[in-house]
């Protein structure tokens, strides 16, 4: 009893365990992955700071054109029309916008002539505040063409993607509701297994009258009925089965069947044959007879 309750624990245990790993992959599976929105949240948050470019401009008509993805990392701002820059307004702006869209927080910005592809003003935001580099703060960058590069330099990449966790969760998952069934799963493999095993009366039989003689089995079979032999009997009844209607020696049926077996007693073959008659006696149509002097032959009348 104590036995059984301690698996029934063990059971239980695993059931428990797999239902938590299922609450967590529905979990993971449906919380929105928030790196996956990244390249939206940088382009809405450029757009704002865009827009708060061309307002410190006193300009509330001129469009911001569509953000522009270079790579994961690097993305362009640019402007329908010319505007003047001030170095403390565009950190101020951007500071701003990337912290309420909850973006990585070292970046590079660079402020870019459309003419001549040069950097008019850069500047470097980093996680330590002495380590950011803001040069001429306060040297206007008259009005002119220009577009704006953000290169975040450390976006953070989780270690194990969601669609990693949801494979180790989920393989974890199964292990654990076969260790909780496995007994069952055991159960059902051996009974398939057993299914598709042929029955044992179909094996190779030889037919003695009646009976079928099964000499792997030991037994004789008769009506679905089985019969069991010793070894003896069974040694002795396949050598009459290879000879049928012929004598055979006593002595070559003691040696065949006892020599390599230790002492002979005496009567230890009439005692055998005697056992055999005994269980083939319900079919008349075969019989073991005595051979005065001689031996025994088995009759088989067709």
């Not at 469009?63 to 307004?89: G, H, R």
């Not at 299914?195 to 004789?220: C, R, V, W």
Request: aromatic fraction near 10%; charge should be neutral.
């Amino acid at each position: 009893m104590l036995f059984v309750s301690h698996m029934m624990k063990r059971k239980n245990g695993y059931l428990v365990a797999a239902f938590t790993v299922l609450i967590a992959i529905l979990w993971i599976f449906f919380t929105p992955e928030k790196e996956e929105n990244l390249s939206e949240r940088v382009k809405i948050s450029l757009r704002e700071v865009g827009n708060q470019l061309l307002l410190a401009n006193q300009d509330s008509t001129s469009l911001v054109l569509p953000i522009i993805e270079l790579n994961p990392s690097l993305y362009e701002l640019s402007f329908e029309s010319p505007l003047a820059i001030t170095p403390n307004d565009i950190v101020g702006i951007v500071k701003t916008a990337f912290q309420k869209a909850a973006l990585p927080e070292q970046y590079l910005i660079e402020v870019i002539q459309c003419e001549d592809e040069e950097v008019a003003y850069s500047y470097g935001i980093y996680f330590d505040v002495e380590k950011d580099i803001i040069p001429c703060a306060n040297r206007v960058l008259s009005k002119n063409c220009f577009t704006i590069k953000t290169r975040f330099t450390e976006i953070p990449v989780p270690l194990v993607s969601r669609q990693q966790w949801l494979m180790l969760l989920s393989i974890l998952f199964v292990g654990l509701l076969i260790f909780a069934f496995k007994d069952r799963l055991w159960e059902r493999f051996r009974e398939s297994k057993k299914s598709q095993t042929p029955p044992e009366t179909t094996k190779a039989h030889t037919a003695i009258g009646m009976f079928a003689f099964y000499p792997d089995q030991n037994k004789l079979v008769k009506e679905a009925v089985e019969i069991g032999l010793s070894k003896k009997e069974c040694e002795l009844l396949a050598i009459f089965v290879a000879q049928p209607n012929q004598i055979i020696k006593r002595d070559e049926l003691t040696k065949r069947v006892w020599e390599d077996h230790g002492v002979v007693v005496g009567r230890s073959l009439d005692t055998y044959i005697s056992k055999l008659r005994k269980k083939l006696k319900e079919d008349s149509s075969i019989k073991i007879t005595n051979v005065h002097g001689v031996g025994y032959k088995l009759e088989m009348h067709t």
